[in-house]
């Protein structure tokens, strides 16, 4: 959406608030339709007000709002057989927007090859924003850090039968070398969640990353039991 087209949105919101706090004088406040059976301004607003509101998709997010403890594998070879690299590290959760998106800080150290083909500790830092789309009813994700300077954007829908949420997305991490990405968020139960990351590999999915994840929490009470 455009800005100007945002600054319309936000004029026609406040009125109709305003015009909702009024007293209201007609025995009839429903805003008349057109001839063409469109909704008219007054009807879309509060259509948009509806849509703007967080729901139970929302809630499904907000559940990993939280302090968690993660490992990672990394799987170079299109083989997996291949032992994998593997770092740990650190992810606070907390939803924003009144509930709308739950905003992920991730903090680890990633090995990486330095300067003279050694692998060295690096320090990593990643950000996540989640959500759902209650107009286009699928749940979105971007996703920035600090190996790289793209967004990558992932749309998605879920599962409640393998309480998995599907997410799809395309990636570049050189010009002109697009790659199809296929993501699965595992919500295992309220403490543990799984993330797996499946790229095309010449039209084969072959898996390239894990991420187990547990509740900062419940480590600490599994450990005192």
Not at 2 to 30: E, G, M, N, V, Y
Not at 103 to 114: L, V
Not at 157 to 180: F, Q, R, V, W
Request: glycine share 8%.
């Amino acid at each position: 959406m455009k800005t100007h087209d945002r600054l319309k949105t936000c004029a026609w919101f406040l009125l109709l608030t305003a015009a909702t706090a009024l007293p209201s004088f007609s025995q009839d406040s429903t805003p008349a339709k057109p001839a063409d059976d469109k909704p008219n301004d007054a009807q879309m607003m509060l259509m948009m007000m509806e849509l703007a509101k967080p729901g139970g998709n929302h809630k499904l997010i907000e559940g990993l709002a939280g302090s968690w403890i993660y490992t990672t594998k990394f799987w170079f070879s299109p083989d997996t057989n291949t032992p994998p690299m593997e770092y740990s590290g650190t992810s606070v959760a907390k939803p924003i927007m009144g509930g709308r998106y739950l905003q992920s800080d991730y903090m680890g150290k990633m090995p990486m090859p330095g300067p003279d083909g050694k692998m060295t500790e690096m320090e990593f830092h990643g950000l996540d924003i989640s959500g759902y789309d209650n107009a286009k009813k699928i749940f979105l994700s971007s996703w920035v850090d600090n190996m790289g300077t793209g967004i990558m954007l992932s749309e998605g829908t879920y599962d409640p039968a393998t309480k998995t949420i599907t997410y799809t997305s395309e990636e570049e991490l050189m010009p002109g070398m697009k790659t199809k990405v296929r993501e699965l968020l595992k919500l295992t139960d309220k403490d543990h969640h799984t993330f797996e990351f499946y790229e095309d590999r010449g039209g084969k999915e072959v898996k390239t990353m894990e991420i187990a994840a547990t509740r900062e929490n419940s480590r600490v009470t599994s450990r005192r039991i």
